[in-house]
């Protein structure tokens, strides 16, 4: 009897398992993740003058307000990292971390035509937004990197190169995984509930200013400065800025948090999409 | 012995009627203590069981214990009405939405074809919809990169290929996508009634490469479609939904037969006590009555079929010069003939007449007949309008094509050809 049931190649039953991520199949269909994230990419500038600039566009456009208002208005103590960097530096991360969540919390809602007519791994259109966001993000670091150089050549910023670099991609897969994490399982709960959808973009906001994005986690006064170090995406900035510019505060405890609380996470809300992914068709 | 493909059993699907979408978090947490806690029943059964009407009327089997087999290289054609479940069904063997009960399990590729143009994005050009929408219905790069012309000419948008497809029109839009569509080459391959749109010489092209996937290629095909000539010239088993149950499967035609009949609409019958039915102090319509002579018990009522239309009124006159003229409609209301009775003279009393349609000479299609009534050749007595209504099934036998037959007759008198004079090949 159990040879019959293993011979099949798929089922569809009442019955669905945390367990069964179907990575094989997430693998034959690598193409389409491919061609989604290109999709995305071409959606984005299509009919538009500059086209792909806009990657850079954005976000230094972001940074005149945020120079302007926290450095001109409010003067937050940012050390003696040049502004610019400094902002870029942070706008770029968050950017990130808030557009791929952004993209994912509504894959349901989003995409709930092609999910309700033909099927493949649901985890597919997720992984896409976050790869076309890294991807994004990737040209926009080589950017930063050549604003680095000016500086250094024309500013007389002290850059130096050390093993702190190697940070630099801890920092950005932990930001990757909480934001794919946290963004599948409000994904499933949106789908279902849509009152959290009114909540989540209010949360995301919130969630900035508890995250050192426009100030160092120095200039946070020690009695308030463990609010701040309950996120956990607070160590993966400051190692990000830490690693470009050799200035921030990176501890290990701190660190082993967010990498335990990313390590968690992230098989968690796999199995809790891949449970109820199926499921939600019938009710998005 | 031919291998399974799919085992469909006990499949079950419930839906919650008019709380869609958000459902009480109670209910919820109701629901998945009883499952995943104390591993009992769906709690929703015993509510949509119930005899309480009230409670049940939130709940609607949309297909209720439904199990068969299909096997490799089979064409099976599901037939049934609107909201019968077809395509529920469909859609779970997809594996796009899960069922309530039972489990579906399957060997091989599927590709399901629920609408033309899955995942089309009306910004982006024909080239990188043709690879976004092949890659979503399951082909690898391989494939498309390999049959990228052949769709291309398929629908023959060559032109236009580097254009969004927003600038398309909407046949050159559908052409593109089934284009994609028909060249799938998956084990299984699931199609819901997307042939319904295109214009007619599109239609025999599509249907033409399905029989070719199916019959030269062995492929496992599941085919929803309200066109039985499609699903009588195709397939190889048929199935018939009702209401969510599995009322047939097995041969086609006696399945289709059988369908047709339940779901065929004519007034075949009308008669009056008598005084009581429709007409005026001349003349009184006691009957009418459509006969259809079908050519066996169980055949449907299509254009082979001959058809004897009788009725039966009182005269209320004297001697009177009379004839009645009986009037064919379609549909959409055009007249297909007109034929007038001889005319003669009536006494006071019952008469009767019948009039013989020949089979094979209406088209297919629906019809209605009106009666009427004249004096003296010019006056009109009375005006009995669409007393009877029929539908004629289609027919095609040996004719392997399945656009729509224009006309409103289809007759079969003698039409011939043959070949008057012969060139060898090498003299030409």
Redo the contacts between chains.
């Keep these: 009897m159990n040879q019959t049931v293993e011979?099949?190649?798929?089922?569809?039953?009442?019955q669905?398992s945390y367990w069964s991520v179907p990575l094989r199949e997430i693998y034959?269909?690598r193409?389409?993740l491919y061609?989604?994230v290109?999709?995305e990419f071409?959606?984005s500038y299509?009919?538009t003058l500059l086209g792909p600039l806009w990657v850079i566009f954005q976000p230094l456009m972001a940074l005149v307000t945020y120079i302007l208002v926290f450095t001109k208005i409010i003067g937050i103590n940012i050390g003696s990292v040049p502004p610019v960097l400094f902002y870029f530096s942070g706008i770029l991360l968050w950017n990130f971390f808030n557009d791929s969540f952004g993209g994912i919390y509504n894959t349901f809602r989003d995409n709930i035509q092609?999910?309700?007519?033909?099927?493949?791994p649901r985890i597919i259109m997720p992984l896409s937004v976050v790869a076309n966001h890294f991807s994004r993000f990737l040209m926009q670091l080589v950017f930063l990197a050549v604003m680095v150089g000016y500086y250094a050549m024309f500013k007389g910023f002290n850059f130096n190169l050390s093993f702190a670099l190697l940070g630099l991609p801890i920092a950005v897969l932990g930001v990757g995984v909480i934001s794919i994490s946290v963004g599948l399982i409000v994904s499933v709960l949106t789908a279902?509930?849509?009152d959290i959808g009114n909540v989540v973009a209010l949360a995301i906001r919130m969630i900035m200013f508890v995250t050192p994005v426009i100030y160092p986690l120095a200039t946070i006064p020690e009695n308030v400065r463990w609010i701040v170090m309950l996120n956990p995406l607070t160590s993966y900035f400051e190692m990000f800025r830490f690693g470009l510019f050799g200035e921030g505060t990176v501890h290990l405890l701190p660190l082993m948090y967010s990498i335990t609380v990313s390590i968690v996470i992230l098989p968690l809300s796999l199995m809790f999409f891949n449970k109820n992914g199926?499921?939600l068709?019938?009710?998005? | 012995m031919p291998e399974t493909v799919i085992e469909v059993s006990n499949l079950s699907k419930l839906y919650r009627l008019g709380t869609i979408g958000t459902g009480s978090i109670r209910q919820d947490l109701n629901y998945w203590w009883t499952t995943s806690v104390l591993k009992k029943e769906n709690p929703f059964f015993n509510l949509a069981e119930s005899d309480n009407s009230q409670q049940s009327k939130q709940f609607l089997w949309a297909l209720k214990d439904i199990s068969f087999t299909v096997e490799h290289g089979e064409v099976l054609g599901i037939i049934g009405s609107n909201g019968s479940g077809k395509s529920t069904l469909l859609k779970i063997i997809s594996r796009i939405v899960s069922p309530t009960k039972g489990s579906v399990r399957g060997k091989g590729k599927v590709s399901s074809l629920l609408e033309v143009g899955t995942g089309f994005h009306k910004e982006l050009s024909g080239r990188e919809n043709i690879f976004i929408s092949g890659y979503l219905l399951g082909m690898n790069k391989e494939e498309i990169t390999k049959k990228f012309d052949e769709i291309v000419a398929f629908s023959g948008v060559e032109d236009f290929i580097d254009t969004p497809v927003k600038r398309y029109s909407s046949g050159m839009y559908v052409r593109l996508a089934f284009a994609v569509a028909a060249h799938l080459e998956p084990d299984i391959l699931i199609v819901d009634e997307v042939l319904a749109v295109g214009d007619a010489d599109f239609q025999k092209k599509c249907l033409g490469k399905m029989r070719q996937v199916s019959q030269k290629e062995g492929r496992t095909i599941l085919f929803v479609s309200h066109s039985m000539q499609a699903i009588h010239n195709l397939c190889d088993k048929a199935m018939w939904l009702q209401k969510g149950k599995m009322m047939d499967l097995g041969d086609v035609t006696p399945i289709v037969n059988r369908y047709i009949m339940g779901v065929q609409q004519f007034k075949t019958k009308q008669s009056w006590e008598r005084g009581q039915g429709p007409g005026n102090e001349f003349l009184r319509f006691e009957n009418v009555e459509l006969i259809p002579h079908l050519l066996s018990d169980d055949a449907p009522l299509d254009i082979r079929t001959p058809l004897t239309v009788s009725f039966e009124f009182w005269n209320n006159q004297d001697d009177v010069y009379l004839t009645t003229g009986l009037h064919l409609f379609t549909n959409s209301g055009e007249c297909v003939f007109d034929i007038p009775t001889r005319p003669g003279i009536y006494k006071r009393g019952l008469v009767k007449g019948t009039c013989e349609i020949p089979g094979n000479f209406l088209n297919d299609g629906s019809y209605f007949i009106s009666l009427i009534i004249v004096k003296d050749t010019s006056v009109r007595l009375f005006y009995l309008e669409e007393c009877l209504s029929f539908d004629l099934e289609d027919y095609r036998g040996e004719i392997k094509w399945y656009g729509k037959w224009v006309g409103a007759v289809r007759p079969n008198f003698p039409f011939t050809m043959h070949q008057e004079l012969e060139i060898p090949a090498h003299h030409a």
């Design positions: 011979k099949w190649d798929w089922q569809n039953s009442a669905t034959s269909f193409h389409l061609s989604l290109r999709r071409l959606l299509q009919q092609i999910f309700s007519k033909v099927y493949f279902k509930y849509r199926n499921k068709i019938d009710v998005v």
